[in-house]
């Protein structure tokens, strides 16, 4: 365990390198977006990246973890395979992305309708680019991961939001910084970084070595994989989001962009648990013992203990770099962001294990989690906001992350007694 646990600690410290440049990066593309926008567009622009959360998760982890499932070489039993398995992963990207585009282009005034802010609709069509250019993106990220090339990953992996910041403070610097055109911008820098960065896997998977037959069948085993890990995925998102939705329809903007400054706060501690997810998850996946999951469960929870433990400045030093990074209107962000920190460390702790369920395949069961708490998310929000208002949405969104932690570890209990245990050597049973 020991020589596993240094190698799980050297590949998680090049991502949490790269994440925290990656985090840094996000977080200064906000700040240059909190400064460069009034508090009213700024909650324009939090309502529609939350409709770009959900609607990218069409094309997000479900695919990529079934492209990471099938697709590792150890797993696919050949480079040709594994490569069959990642063009029929950007084949169900593409397709998924028409029908996102379908749906925004078909019903935008419904969509907007719904969020009580007709104003959105300028912003539908930057969203909708931006789908794409997610899907290509975590395309780029997921290939490198299934091949377990966590320098290459950690090195390539903030490259989307570098660009995305200097080209903010381009249009900072020339006065001529809108919320819709950052939606562009966001949208672009995806696109682009994943055109460029990813021009070697576009050369060998879209022009070197095509199979029609046996991508066609690996289109079926990916779908198979992951039709029910993405609609768990999607759902996930959408009551992970539905405390914007909620707010953007029963809140002001300004209320909007404060609670949304709190978030983006504590977006580094999710994305720690990301990176942890992007270390280990390959690990697990081939696991068949029950000594052998016991071993990766605690050194995941040993690295999200520790993780937790390092991220907890951002909750006691609350009261005094938000007011300063953000300006006095954000003030009220602080109660929000010290509320939030718990819920998203709880998930930061727990939330990883759901790799044991992925390697067992019950895709079903993970799905049937976040489809239930997202049945209980509109409700319980829609109460709170109205009761507490953003100080409500906060408390609901610790007690949703609670409940999902609970869901999920008497899952991975039950899961791990069905786990076969390693038969005794001969020596140790003296036969």
Sequence with gaps: ??????????????????????????????LVLLKGLSQEDYG????????????????????NDSMIRLG?????????????????????????CSIAFAGLMAFPQAIVGLLGRPELADGLPGVMLAILGFGLWSFVLTRRQARLEFGTLAMIQPASNLLRVALLLVFLFLGSLTWTRAIWIISGCLFTSALIVGIGDWIELLFQNWRLRPVLAAVADV????????????????YSRMDIFVLTSQASNSEVATYNAAWQVLTIVDLCNVTIMTVMIPKV??????????????????????????????????GWYIPLLFGVEYTGAVAVARILYWGNTVSLIVFPLVGILYAK????????????????????????????????????????RTVASVLLVV?????????????LSAAKTGA
């Design 223 to 238: 779908w198979r994989c992951g039709g029910w890990n993405m609609l768990a995925a999607f759902a996930f998102t959408a």
């Design 361 to 400: 395949r019950y895709f079903h069961l993970i799905a049937a989690m976040h489809l239930t708490l997202l049945a209980l998310s509109f409700p319980a929000y829609k109460w709170a906001v109205g009761f507490g208002g953003i100080v409500g949405a906060a408390w609901t969104t610790v007690g949703l």
């Design 1 to 30: 365990m020991k020589s596993d646990l240094r190698v799980d600690f050297k590949h998680t410290s090049w991502m949490v390198l790269s994440t925290g440049a990656n985090a840094a990066l996000g977080f200064i593309g906000g």
């Design 44 to 63: 324009l622009v939090s309502s529609a990246l939350a409709v770009f959360l959900v609607a990218q998760e069409l094309v997000g982890r479900g695919i």
């Design 285 to 318: 996946c081939h696991l068949i013992h029950y000594e052998d999951f016991v071993s990766w469960t605690r050194r995941t929870l040993t690295l999200t203990t520790a993780v937790a433990l390092l991220s907890l400045p951002l909750v006691l030093l609350a």
């Design 72 to 96: 590792t070489e150890a797993a696919a039993g050949s480079v040709e395979r594994s490569n069959d398995v990642f063009r029929a992963g950007l084949i169900l990207k593409v397709f998924f």
């Design 411 to 423: 899952a991975i209990v039950w899961c791990l007694r069905n786990a076969p245990r390693r038969a």
